[in-house]
């Protein structure tokens, strides 16, 4: 049977017969202005000024262009979703930023005035980490003993340090485990699902799953839970690899588990405007995936992998950046997709 998403299967094969792996250049540090491409400056559809500007072309005049953001730039809250978005944020590809945006749209959108909570589904426990969740130790409540049954939603509830609307469901090192626990366990599929039936008792706007890099119980668990998939895909060489097995799964799971389940959204992650590779991947996403695919590309910053280092999002560590003002506008993005015609309230 072919795959329901055929042609990205031939996608990355195709970028790889065409040799245009050797079109990426070596890394530089963010303060270095880049060049833009001719594709970026005649794409209107791609919002990657921040990324290509030349305006300001030393490292004093970006740090000051950042300042004067951070100081004229007023967060004017967001409307409330019509009803709670619950997004799976998956990709068994590891490294194309799936935490990273999960927890940075999430500490955007809580910055803006929605209250959003992160389920750390990943045993490594990142996305924890970055919303300064540090206590984790094995057999605190986490998103493991929330699977399993031993605790409630509410029992493994934190609050981040960094925000007061910005909740985590953290993991700790009991959920490696998970995957073969789950196997001998009634309805393993709806673990996750079951567990978040208590989110009625919350007001949650936003509720973002952070899945491992895997195809596992823990992703399936996730893509059960949620009717809404976010697929997060890095502007580098492979980029679609794998992602027709993702979506084969993505196909079985609603038409078997979930028929909720749908892909919403796409963001384009990592993007270096300096390459040709970059916005070669970038069209051939958008080719695929139409409209879902997010305006706003988030650029490849030495900030926004500096701060988890710190317990922080981007959005903490430093609001000014060009990685803070991506993110800022992608949940902007996100949300405004899902306005209500009007505001009557929630259901």
Same mark, same amino acid.
Not at 27 to 32: A, G, I, S
């Given at each position: 049977?072919?795959?329901?998403?055929?042609?990205?299967?031939?996608?990355?094969?195709?970028?790889?017969?065409?040799?245009?792996?050797?079109?990426?250049?070596?890394?530089?540090?963010?303060?270095?202005?880049?060049?833009?491409?001719?594709?970026?400056?005649?794409?209107?559809?791609?919002?990657?000024?921040?990324?290509?500007?030349?305006?300001?072309?030393?490292?004093?005049?970006?740090?000051?262009?950042?300042?004067?953001?951070?100081?004229?730039?007023?967060?004017?809250?967001?409307?409330?979703?019509?009803?709670?978005?619950?997004?799976?944020?998956?990709?068994?590809?590891?490294?194309?930023?799936?935490?990273?945006?999960?927890?940075?749209?999430?500490?955007?959108?809580?910055?803006?005035?929605?209250?959003?909570?992160?389920?750390?589904?990943?045993?490594?426990?990142?996305?924890?980490?970055?919303?300064?969740?540090? #206590?984790?130790?094995?057999?605190?409540?986490?998103?493991?003993? $929330?699977?399993?049954? &031993?605790?409630? =939603?509410? /029992? +493994? !509830?934190?609050?981040?340090?960094?925000?007061?609307?910005?909740?985590?469901?953290?993991?700790?090192? #009991?959920?490696?485990?998970?995957?073969?626990?789950?196997?001998? $366990?009634?309805?393993? &599929?709806?673990? =996750?699902? /079951? +567990? !978040?039936?208590?989110?009625?008792?919350?007001?949650?706007?936003?509720?973002?799953?952070?899945?491992?890099?895997?195809?596992?119980?823990?992703?399936?668990?996730?893509?059960?839970?949620?009717? &809404?998939?976010?697929?997060?895909?890095?502007?580098?060489?492979?980029?679609?690899?794998?992602?027709?097995?993702?979506?084969?799964?993505?196909?079985?799971?609603?038409?078997?588990?979930?028929?909720?389940?749908?892909?919403?959204?796409?963001?384009?992650?990592?993007?270096?405007?300096?390459?040709?590779?970059?916005?070669?991947?970038?069209?051939?996403?958008?080719?695929?995936?139409?409209?879902?695919?997010?305006?706003?590309?988030?650029?490849?910053?030495?900030?926004?992998?500096?701060?988890?280092?710190?317990?922080?999002?981007?959005?903490?560590?430093?609001?000014?950046?060009?990685?803070?003002?991506?993110?800022?506008?992608?949940?902007?993005?996100?949300?405004?997709?899902?306005?209500?015609?009007?505001?009557?309230?929630?259901?």
């Amino acid at each position: 049977m072919s795959a329901p998403w055929g042609p990205v299967a031939a996608g990355p094969s195709a970028l790889v017969r065409s040799g245009q792996a050797s079109t990426i250049e070596p890394f530089q540090r963010e303060m270095t202005p880049p060049t833009p491409t001719p594709e970026a400056a005649h794409n209107p559809t791609m919002n990657v000024s921040r990324e290509t500007s030349t305006e300001f072309d030393t490292p004093i005049g970006a740090a000051a262009e950042r300042a004067m953001r951070v100081l004229h730039t007023t967060h004017e809250p967001l409307q409330r979703p019509g009803r709670r978005r619950v997004l799976t944020i998956a990709n068994q590809k590891g490294g194309v930023g799936k935490t990273t945006t999960a927890v940075n749209i999430a500490a955007a959108l809580a910055v803006q005035g929605l209250k959003t909570l992160v389920i750390d589904l990943d045993p490594q426990g990142n996305a924890s980490t970055a919303l300064g969740i540090t #206590d984790r130790q094995s057999g605190t409540p986490s998103s493991y003993e $929330m699977l399993i049954g &031993e605790v409630s =939603l509410h /029992t +493994a !509830l934190r609050r981040s340090p960094h925000s007061e609307r910005l909740f985590c469901i953290p993991a700790t090192i #009991d959920l490696a485990g998970a995957e073969i626990e789950l196997v001998s $366990m009634v309805a393993r &599929e709806n673990r =996750l699902r /079951t +567990a !978040l039936a208590a989110l009625d008792n919350f007001d949650f706007d936003y509720v973002f799953v952070d899945c491992p890099p895997s195809l596992g119980l823990l992703t399936i668990n996730a893509l059960v839970a949620a009717p &809404e998939v976010m697929i997060p895909i890095q502007c580098e060489y492979y980029a679609l690899e794998g992602v027709s097995q993702l979506m084969r799964n993505i196909e079985m799971v609603k038409a078997h588990l979930n028929r909720q389940l749908e892909v919403t959204t796409v963001i384009l992650t990592m993007y270096d405007g300096r390459t040709k590779l970059a916005d070669q991947v970038a069209d051939e996403v958008r080719q695929y995936f139409g409209s879902k695919v997010l305006r706003t590309v988030i650029p490849r910053s030495v900030k926004v992998s500096e701060a988890p280092g710190y317990s922080m999002t981007i959005i903490d560590y430093d609001p000014g950046s060009r990685g803070a003002m991506s993110y800022l506008d992608a949940s902007r993005e996100l949300a405004e997709r899902d306005r209500p015609p009007s505001a009557k309230g929630r259901p």
